[in-house]
């Protein structure tokens, strides 16, 4: 069966927030996740949004979803595509919707002359860790990735 990308529209934000709810409950995360519909609409499909998502699809049903967004990257002194959320539904794994939504994002990183093309997988995810492997991404062990959220934010904002 032909699987299909496309630029997700406003009225999959529904669709878009299940995803994102299916993929947290997969990251044990699931009492984060306070977006709502609203949320989504709001936020990815606002004129000026800087994040888009794309939606893969299997005979018109939605199987997957990805957000991203362009990040800069000084040492290159270009731009690169921050990869923020990739999922395919269960049943849908292992049939190539995974490799193809990376690989249009690819593309698009190349047609808009990114320099990098990035992403995050939590260390205990094995399965994305070695998918991610077989398509030729390294990981940056190098590097640790800190966070600022909620009340800790606002604290320091407020000095």
């Known amino acids: 069966m032909p699987l299909n990308i496309r630029p997700a529209r406003p009225e999959d934000a529904a669709q878009i927030l299940a995803f994102i709810t299916e993929l ?45 967004f362009f990040s800069y990257s000084t040492w290159l002194g270009q731009n690169g595509l921050y990869l923020e959320d990739l999922y395919v539904t269960p049943e849908a ?11 249009y994002l690819a593309r698009l990183a190349c047609d808009n002359d990114c320099g990098r093309f990035e992403w995050s997988v939590l260390d205990w995810n094995q399965p994305a860790i070695d998918f991610y492997k077989s398509i030729g991404a390294e ?15 606002r604290a320091f904002a407020r000095g």
């Open 139 to 153: 990981p940056q062990d190098e590097w640790v990735r800190y966070r600022m959220d909620g009340e800790t934010l």
């Open 93 to 103: 794994r292992g049939t190539g919707a995974g490799k193809l939504l990376l690989r």
């Open 24 to 68: 947290a409950d997969y990251e044990r995360a699931r009492h984060e996740v306070v977006a709502t519909v609203e949320h989504i609409q709001r936020s990815l499909f606002a004129a000026d949004s800087s994040a888009r998502a794309l939606i893969c699809e299997r005979d018109g049903q939605a199987i997957g979803f990805a957000v991203y």
